[in-house]
């Protein structure tokens, strides 16, 4: 059974940085496809930044430059860098990883930057 746990919110002031992890378990391929989403107050799932598979990475428009993605395949777990964080980063952090046709979702993790 594949389970993916998140950790590393929390409260932080703007400027500020915050590290989310999210650990694989029940499969060690998943990791190549792992990546992170949020969800704003009131707004859709958006995507973060992702490992697409084929060895390349997508971030959000309004995260490059700021946030990076990384992983250690020892582990099994996925990195998301967040710097120079914003009021508008504000938001659930979920972690995602697909196997064939399933998507596998964590718990999620709250990030709150304070103005």
């Known amino acids: 059974q594949v389970q993916l746990v998140e950790s590393g919110g929390g409260l932080v002031q703007a400027g500020g940085s915050l590290r989310l992890s999210c650990v694989a378990s029940g499969s060690t391929l998943i990791i190549n496809t792992m990546g992170w989403y949020r969800r704003a107050p009131g707004k859709q799932r958006e995507l973060v930044a992702t490992f697409t598979g084929d060895g390349t990475i997508e971030y959000a428009d309004s995260v490059k430059g700021r946030f990076t993605i990384s992983r250690d395949n020892a582990k099994n777990t996925v990195y998301l860098q967040m710097n120079s964080l914003k009021p508008e980063d504000t938001a659930v952090y979920y972690c995602?990883?697909?196997?064939?046709?399933?998507?596998?979702w964590g718990q999620g993790t709250q990030v709150t930057v304070s103005s």
């Open positions: 995602r990883g697909g196997l064939g046709i399933r998507n596998y």
